[in-house]
């Protein structure tokens, strides 16, 4: 399986940005894209991003689309969101995943490759 650590979380005002990365290690070759996740308190846990590791294809779930990034390292081992213009409804746990791009997208959380995920609390 696939190591995934995050990085970047913490305690950002109402319109900031943020910037959490995702550094992959150990058996890399089963999974061809990267993802994000988030929980908020008393939420499920939503896909908001993927990015393919083959071709570059992003996606976007509709409630960061627009104010989010999703971008590779030359090596493909670490992958970063960035999230701007930063709501109190963007609080939450952010889980980085591994797993094939249609797990991904699908949200096939059982197909992924999860790590073990960064607060990221929005003050207003």
């Known amino acids: 399986q696939a190591h995934l650590v995050e990085s970047g979380g913490g305690l950002v005002q109402s319109g900031g940005s943020l910037r959490l990365s995702c550094a992959a290690s150990g058996r890399t070759l089963n999974y061809d894209a990267i993802g994000w996740f988030r929980q908020a308190p008393g939420k499920e846990r939503e896909r908001i991003s993927c990015i393919s590791l083959w071709d570059g294809s992003t996606y976007f779930s509709d409630s960061v689309k627009g104010r989010t990034t999703i971008s590779t390292d030359d090596d493909k081992r670490t992958v970063y969101l960035e999230l701007n213009s930063l709501e109190s409804e963007d609080t939450a746990v952010y889980y980085c995943?591994?797993?094939?791009?249609?797990?991904?997208?699908?949200?096939?959380?059982?197909?992924?490759?999860w790590g073990q995920g960064t607060q990221v609390t929005v003050s207003s």
């Open positions: 995943v591994a797993g094939t791009i249609t797990s991904c997208v699908r949200a096939v959380k059982d197909a992924l490759n």
